[in-house]
């Protein structure tokens, strides 16, 4: 019995933890945001979705990053259209969270979107990118990673190639 009572206990108070946090990501703080959001990408809660796709919108590119890894951590498919409109974001370090995040969830809405990000202006949203599609695995990007193995940055045109074995393979063992 007082085990059941321990665990009613403990469940409570990481609820009430989980708030504390989300609160936190809300606050005036840049810092304290930033954090709360890598703590709620940390404590993996799907409640906690919600909160950190509000943060995909935050003023500070810091907290946007954190918000988007967090939700890559969490894995929740609720969080891809977000992310997939983060992908076409202002910062350079949100699209890179955003592809990454993608990539983590692995949902085949994230394709297009992703094959889109392969020509991002930026070269490491564009490397992420390619990590994404080798991840999700959808046969549909092979051109694109084709296209993208000759990118003019190194990074790319190795996570591009990466992506390329990996979905050569899957090809391959369809036939």
């Known amino acids: 019995m007082s085990g059941d009572v321990g665990a009613g206990v403990g469940a409570k ?6 708030q504390k946090v989300i609160r936190l990501l809300k606050t005036g703080d840049l810092n304290t945001r930033w954090r709360a959001a890598e703590a709620l990408g940390e404590i993996r809660d799907p409640r906690a ?10 003023a500070y590119e810091d907290v946007q990053w954190k918000a988007a890894q967090a939700l890559g951590k969490i894995g929740e498919r609720s969080a891809v259209e977000a ?8 910062g350079k370090w949100l699209r890179k969270g955003a592809a990454w995040a993608l990539g ?4 085949p809405r994230a394709v297009e979107p992703l094959i889109t990000a392969l020509k991002d ?13 080798g991840r999700i695995g959808d046969l549909k990007a092979i051109e694109a990673l084709k296209e993208a193995a000759n990118d003019q940055d190194p990074g790319v045109r190795e996570e591009s190639s990466k992506a390329l074995v990996l979905l ?8």
């Open 121 to 133: 202006r930026k070269a490491n949203v564009r490397k992420m990118a390619a990590w994404a599609l």
């Open 168 to 175: 050569t393979a899957r090809a391959a063992a369809k036939e």
């Open 83 to 90: 992310l997939i409109a983060a992908l076409g974001g202002e």
């Open 49 to 58: 979705v919600p909160a950190l796709i509000e943060a995909l919108g935050d």
């Open 104 to 107: 983590r969830i692995g949902d």
């Open 13 to 18: 108070e990481k609820d009430e933890y989980l």
